[in-house]
Structures are given as structure tokens and as C-alpha cells.
């Protein structure tokens, strides 16, 4: 096989695996957004803040509880093909990771009043995290879009809508938002027991490849505490500004914020597919002659750059349709959450997701070459400015100030990791295929919707309207640079993908 084709086979896998992944990432961001909406709409500011923060609490418990467990079996997984060891790993990475979530149940029951309601389903929560993540190291893709983008997001926004249209208490929110994790649980085990069942033992007289319990955790560990630590930059601030100002102003920052996971989970689809794919490629290159590894890394850096593009055109256009008109996007949530300051929240999320999505899945190759101790100091200097800048900045820029911290946090996170790629790994992603990738979305999206805000205002209709027809002409401009953009291989990736679907139905 040569060096193009196999680029082509290892693009075409993750342009296949992202598009099923990013669908589920469409679903869920949809409903997310519709949860929101219900919210804002059904209760009052107090009560809707006082939801978000403790959902933000049970998402960094639940971050907490996964021990970095989806790295740790991405990484050792693929590397064998005996069953034996791979039920020996999830057996290795499910003790901890129950015991663990348990007791943080036990911690927030105590601590903090507003996450009573929510702490028994964090057992569950973990328990389908794990399950899902042992599924994609295997690079399946199908049970985690199905079960974690689809249906428990579809049950959390149906129950939720149904609590405020009873007009329950408040508590009774986060209730029927944790009472979907009970289905997703059972659902993802149902689907890890199938595909352990699935495969055949070993050949007898094979001798089996091990991993000890101390190489396992000795490179999980370190990414436990930077997913801990990565889901704090992303949920900390709501609660510091519960803290800080008053539910109500959490509820205004969660809303003014909630945009930054359309362009986020498209990034992630890109980015949890790529990410076996490095390992297959390390892994070769490891196992070959310097002029090999050479090539090998020839290769990864080639894959690094498309997938970087890709995730570009993906993510791009939602982050400058909200810069471009962020009061119009706010009017969506009720005139309550209107505000000068929200807007300045939403313009500076918005800027500094551009930066970070530009980066690529810069992190995932820096967790697949085996430098987690890098990406977990990377990780905890975010958490450390944007909880120490919200300290200081919330009290005197109010919800700004959040911002403000979080998007510096960010930022020099992805800094962080492009610096040490170019440097331990030797990767040069392409620069100009990723300004042909920006420029497009800046001048098909951002550009005729800031015009048409600054000439005629928009309201959140026209808006929306606006960018749907701002995205038709980006979608057909991409068409027709898709060979320069590769474009037309990740749509071959689809093509090949359904095939296979039909060969096998």
C-alpha cells in the first residue's frame, strides 16, 4: 500500500466515523439547546440557574468519576486483538471508576444542597460512560451516537419539558434530567456484552500480549485529573457565577454560553474518530525501520492537517453566525436574557472557540503518542486561570469577566499543545490548507451576516433565516473547493460507509 492510499484509508475511516458521530452531535446539541430553551421559558431566572449549576456540578462529578478511563482503553485496546486482555482491561478500568463515582455521590449529597436531587444517577452516569468508551476503542462508533447523542438527550429534554409543563418544583427538573442516565446505563451495557461476547478467544499455543495494572493506570491517571480539570474549564465558571452573583446571573451566563457546544461537539466528532487512528499509525510506525517511522510521521502529520481542516468547515460557521449577531441569538431565550453583557459574553466565547477549534485535535495527539503528563499540565494551567480569573474578574466585569477568564483559559490551552506537537512529535500540520479552510466560512457566513446586522438589524427570526441562507451558499462554495479542501474524501468515506451498510443488512 502506498503512502496515498494509505492517507486515503485512514481518512476515509475517520470521515465515515465522524459523519455518524457528528449527526449524533446535530441531535444532541439540538436538544441541549431545546433543553435550555425549556427552561429559560418554563421558570423563573432563580430556579433555571440554580438547575444549570447543579447540572454543571454532576457533569464535572461525572468527568471525575471516569478516571480518563476513554483515553486509557483507546490507547491499550487497539493494541491487542486477544479478548481475554481486553475483558481484563474493563474489568481494570470498572472497579475504580464505580467505587469512585459512589463516593463523590456521597460528597455532593453532602455538600451541596442544589445536587440532592441529582446524586444517584451518577453511578449510572459513569457506569454508561465507561461502557461507551470501551465500545469506541474498538472504533465503534454506531452505540455511543445512538445512546449518548440521541435517546439520553431526547428523554432528558421530554421529561424536563413535561416537569415544567406539570408545573412541579424546581427540584423535580434536575429529578427527570438525571432519570435518563438509568436508560442510557442499561442500553450501554447491553451493547459492551454483546461486543465482548461477539469475538473468539485466542489461538491455543498464541502467546498473549499483558498489560499490568501499573502500566495501565500509569498513563490513565494523568489523563483522569486533566478530564477532570478539562470539564471544570468548561463548567466551573456557572458555578462561580452562581456563587459569585445570584442563580439569576448563572442562568444568563449559561444561556449567553450555550452556543459554544454546536461548533464543540462537531470539533469532538472529528476528534474522538481520529483519535484510534493515530494510535493505528503510531503503532505501525513503532513497529517499523527509521525510514518508516519517517514516513509514518509523514503520514500523521497529513491526517493531523485534513482532520484539522475538516473540523474547521465543521465548527467555524455556528461560532461567526452567533459573533456576527449575538443580541438576535440571545432573543431566542426571552427578553429577560437581552443584555449588554451577555452579548459581550457571547462575542468573546465566540472568538476564542476560532482560536481553539483552528488548533486541531492537537490534544488527542499529544494523549496517543503517549505524553498525558503534558496534555494533564496543559489542562490544569486552563483550570487554574479560568477559575483564578473568574475569581477576580467576575466580582468587578460581572458575567464578562467569566467570559473573559474562560476564553484566556482556553486559548493558551490549545497554545500549549500546538507548541509541544511541533516540538516532541515533530508534526508540521499544513498552514495553508487551514487559512483556505477559514477563509471560506469568514467570507460565506461571517461576513454577509455582520453586514446585514450592522445595516438592517436582525431579529431572531430573520437571524436564523440569515444564516440558513448564509449556509446554503457556504455549503456549495465548499463543493466546489472540496477536492483542494478535501472534501471529496471525506465524502468518498460516506459513500464506502453506506455501501458497507448495505452489503451487511
Keep these: 500500500m502506498t503512502d496515498a492510499d494509505r492517507e486515503a484509508h485512514h481518512l476515509r475511516a475517520v470521515a465515515r466515523g465522524s459523519a455518524a458521530t457528528l449527526v449524533g452531535a446535530i441531535i444532541s446539541t439540538v436538544a441541549g439547546f431545546g433543553l435550555v430553551l425549556v427552561v429559560t421559558r418554563g421558570v423563573d431566572p432563580d430556579t433555571a440557574g440554580r438547575f444549570f449549576a447543579a447540572s454543571a456540578i454532576f457533569l464535572v462529578a461525572e468527568a471525575a468519576a471516569g478516571l480518563g478511563t476513554d483515553?486509557?482503553?483507546?490507547?491499550?485496546?487497539?493494541?491487542?486483538?486477544?479478548?481475554?486482555?481486553?475483558?481484563?482491561?474493563?474489568?481494570?478500568?470498572?472497579?475504580?471508576?464505580?467505587?469512585?463515582?459512589?463516593?463523590?455521590?456521597?460528597?455532593?449529597?453532602?455538600?451541596?444542597?442544589?445536587?440532592?436531587?441529582l446524586i444517584w444517577a451518577l453511578p449510572l452516569a459513569a457506569t454508561a460512560d465507561l461502557c461507551l468508551a470501551a465500545l469506541r476503542a474498538h472504533a465503534m462508533f454506531r452505540a455511543t451516537v445512538l445512546v449518548d447523542r440521541i435517546v439520553r438527550?431526547?428523554?432528558q429534554i421530554l421529561l424536563v419539558l413535561a416537569v415544567v409543563v406539570a408545573q412541579l418544583p424546581g427540584a423535580m427538573l434536575a429529578v427527570a434530567w438525571g432519570a435518563a442516565y438509568a436508560l442510557s446505563a442499561a442500553l450501554s451495557v447491553r451493547s459492551l456484552r454483546g461486543?465482548?461476547?461477539?469475538?473468539?478467544?485466542?489461538?491455543?499455543?498464541?502467546?498473549?500480549?499483558?498489560?499490568?495494572?501499573?502500566?495501565?493506570?500509569?498513563?490513565?491517571w494523568a489523563r483522569a485529573v486533566a478530564r477532570i480539570a478539562q470539564v471544570g474549564v468548561q463548567r466551573l465558571d456557572i458555578v462561580i457565577v452562581a456563587w459569585l452573583l445570584s442563580p439569576g446571573q448563572a442562568a444568563l451566563y449559561t444561556v449567553a454560553t450555550r452556543f459554544v457546544v454546536f461548533g464543540q461537539l462537531a470539533n469532538q466528532a472529528v476528534s474522538s474518530v481520529v483519535q484510534p487512528r493515530f494510535t493505528m499509525?503510531?503503532?505501525d510506525a513503532g513497529a517499523a525501520s527509521p525510514e518508516a517511522r519517517a514516513e509514518g510521521k509523514a503520514l500523521l502529520s497529513r491526517v493531523f492537517s485534513v482532520t484539522t481542516c475538516w473540523s474547521v468547515l465543521l465548527a467555524w460557521p455556528v461560532y461567526l453566525c452567533v459573533a456576527a449577531a449575538p443580541a438576535a441569538y440571545l432573543g431566542w431565550f426571552g427578553g429577560a436574557y437581552t443584555v449588554h453583557e451577555a452579548t459581550v459574553v457571547a462575542l468573546v466565547m465566540a472568538t476564542g472557540m476560532l482560536v481553539a477549534v483552528a488548533s486541531g485535535p492537537v490534544d488527542t495527539l499529544l494523549l496517543m503518542t503517549g505524553r498525558s503528563a503534558r496534555s494533564l499540565g496543559n489542562t490544569l494551567s486552563a483550570l487554574v486561570i479560568d477559575v483564578g480569573g473568574c475569581l477576580l474578574l467576575v466580582p468587578r466585569m460581572g458575567i464578562?469577566?467569566?467570559?473573559?477568564?474562560?476564553?484566556?483559559?482556553?486559548?493558551?490551552?490549545?497554545?500549549?499543545a500546538v507548541y509541544q506537537v511541533r516540538g516532541d512529535v515533530g508534526l508540521l500540520p499544513g498552514l495553508r490548507g487551514l487559512l483556505v479552510a477559514a477563509a471560506v466560512p469568514i467570507v460565506c457566513v461571517g461576513v454577509p451576516l455582520t453586514a446585514l446586522?450592522?445595516?438592517?438589524?436582525?431579529?431572531?427570526?430573520?437571524?436564523?433565516l440569515a444564516s440558513i441562507a448564509a449556509g446554503a451558499a457556504y455549503v456549495a462554495v465548499v463543493w466546489r473547493l472540496r477536492a483542494r479542501l478535501a472534501v471529496d474524501m471525506f465524502v468518498a468515506g460516506l459513500r464506502r460507509g453506506r455501501r458497507r451498510a448495505l452489503v451487511t443488512a
Aim: hydrophobic share 55%; proline share 6%; charged share 15%.
Design 400 to 416: 464578562a469577566g467569566a467570559a473573559l477568564a474562560w476564553a484566556v483559559a482556553v486559548v493558551l490551552r490549545c497554545a500549549l
Design 281 to 283: 499509525i503510531l503503532a
Design 195 to 220: 461486543i465482548l461476547r461477539g469475538v473468539g478467544e485466542r489461538p491455543a499455543g498464541e502467546e498473549a500480549t499483558s498489560f499490568s495494572l501499573r502500566e495501565y493506570w500509569g498513563f490513565t
Design 71 to 117: 483515553t486509557g482503553l483507546a490507547r491499550f485496546v487497539l493494541r491487542t486483538d486477544e479478548p481475554a486482555v481486553v475483558r481484563r482491561l474493563v474489568r481494570m478500568a470498572a472497579v475504580p471508576v464505580l467505587l469512585t463515582a459512589c463516593g463523590l455521590a456521597l460528597v455532593l449529597g453532602l455538600g451541596w444542597p442544589d445536587t440532592r436531587w
Design 153 to 155: 438527550p431526547g428523554v
Design 453 to 464: 446586522e450592522l445595516l438592517v438589524g436582525l431579529s431572531p427570526l430573520t437571524w436564523l
